[in-house]
C-alpha cells in the first residue's frame, strides 16, 4: 500500500510540476521574446517565426526522444517524461485559448532580466523535482539523463546546461531582423537564454546535491546510553556502537556513529557539549544509500531472527 502510494505522489507531483512549468512558459517567456532551453525554446522559436503553438510543438518533439529512452531501458523514466510532456503541452493550450494577458509579464525590453530568472528559477525547481520523482521535463533532460547514466563522471545539470547553449546560440538568428537587405543580429536573447539555463542548472544541481547531502557524526565516550539518548531525543536518530580502547589512557570507551540531517548537526553539537570525557567530529556524507526499517529492528527484538527474513 505504501509503495503504491509513492507511485501515486510521484505521477502527481510530475503532473503539478508540469503546470506550473506552462504557466511560468506563458506568463514570463513568451512576452519577452527569448527561447529558454531545450526543446521547449526550439518550440518557442518556432512559434514565434511559424505562430504554431507550442503545445502541439513540444508533444510531437519529444516522442522520439522518449521512445529512444524507452528502448534503451529507462522505460519509467520515459513514461515519467512524456507524461510531464503531455501535461505542459496541454496545460499550455488551454492557456494559449483562454489568453489570461493579465497574467503575463511584459517587461517591455526594460528589465527583461527578472521575469528571465523567475522563469529559469521556477524551471530549475521543476527540473530537480521531475528528477526526485524519477521523470524530467523531456528534451535535452532525455540526452542527458542517458549520457550521464553511460558516463557517470558527467554532471547530469551541467550537460543539460550545455546542451541548451546550443539553443541559446540559434536564438542569435531566429530573433534577428533584416534592415534594407542587411542582417541584424540580436545579441539579447541569447544573453537571456543563457541567463535562464544557468539560473535552471544551478538551482536543480543544488537542490539535487543538497537533497543527497547528510552529516556523519562520530562520537567517542564513556558514555554512550546518555548520549544515544540525548542526541535520539533531538533529531529522532539512532547510531552503530563500536568498542574503542584510547591509546594514551587505555581506557575503554564506545565509538557512536550517528548519521542525521545536516541541519540537525548544531542540535547535536549542544547536546554533546553537556557530558562529559565525551569526544565528537563532524564530516559531511556526499550520499545516503538505503533505508532503515525500525519495525524490522523491532521485529527482531521480540521474536528473534527468524521475524526480521
Request: proline share 4%; charged share 15%.
Amino acid at each position: 500500500m505504501k509503495k503504491t502510494v509513492g507511485h501515486v505522489l510521484r505521477y502527481l507531483l510530475i503532473t503539478v510540476t508540469a503546470v506550473v512549468m506552462a504557466a511560468a512558459t506563458y506568463i514570463f517567456v513568451i512576452p519577452n521574446d527569448f527561447a529558454p532551453s531545450g526543446i521547449s525554446g526550439i518550440c518557442v522559436m518556432i512559434q514565434y517565426k511559424l505562430g504554431i503553438s507550442i503545445g502541439y510543438l513540444n508533444l510531437i518533439a519529444n516522442i522520439p526522444l522518449c521512445i529512444l529512452a524507452f528502448c534503451m531501458g529507462y522505460r519509467n523514466f520515459a513514461v515519467k517524461s512524456y507524461l510531464f510532456c503531455v501535461v505542459f503541452s496541454v496545460s499550455y493550450i488551454v492557456m494559449q485559448k483562454l489568453d489570461p494577458v493579465f497574467l503575463q509579464y511584459d517587461s517591455k525590453g526594460q528589465d527583461t532580466i527578472l521575469p528571465v530568472m523567475i522563469a529559469g528559477v521556477i524551471s530549475g525547481l521543476a527540473t530537480a523535482l521531475c528528477f526526485e520523482a524519477g521523470g524530467s521535463q523531456c528534451g535535452t533532460d532525455i540526452a542527458s539523463k542517458i549520457l550521464s547514466e553511460k558516463k557517470p563522471e558527467f554532471n547530469f545539470f551541467w550537460i543539460s546546461f550545455a546542451l541548451n547553449s546550443m539553443v541559446a546560440f540559434s536564438s542569435l538568428f531566429v530573433y534577428a531582423k533584416v534592415t534594407d537587405g542587411v542582417l541584424e543580429l540580436n545579441y539579447k536573447p541569447v544573453a537571456l537564454c543563457i541567463i535562464y539555463c544557468l539560473s535552471d542548472s544551478l538551482l536543480a544541481d543544488i537542490i539535487e546535491r543538497n537533497g543527497r547531502e547528510a552529516a556523519e557524526i562520530v562520537v567517542i565516550t564513556p558514555y554512550p546510553e546518555l548520549v544515544i539518548s540525548e542526541i535520539n531525543k533531538k533529531t529522532h536518530h539512532t547510531s552503530t556502537m563500536l568498542d574503542g580502547t584510547g591509546t594514551y589512557s587505555g581506557e575503554n570507551k564506545k565509538v557512536l556513529i550517528f548519521i542525521v540531517n545536516k541541519f540537525q548537526v548544531p542540535h547535536v553539537k549542544r547536546a554533546i557539549k553537556k557530558i562529559p570525557d565525551t569526544f565528537s567530529f563532524v564530516s559531511t556524507v556526499n550520499e545516503t544509500i538505503g533505508w532503515f526499517d525500525s519495525r524490522r529492528v523491532r521485529n527482531k527484538k521480540k521474536t528473534g531472527p527468524k521475524a526480521a527474513d
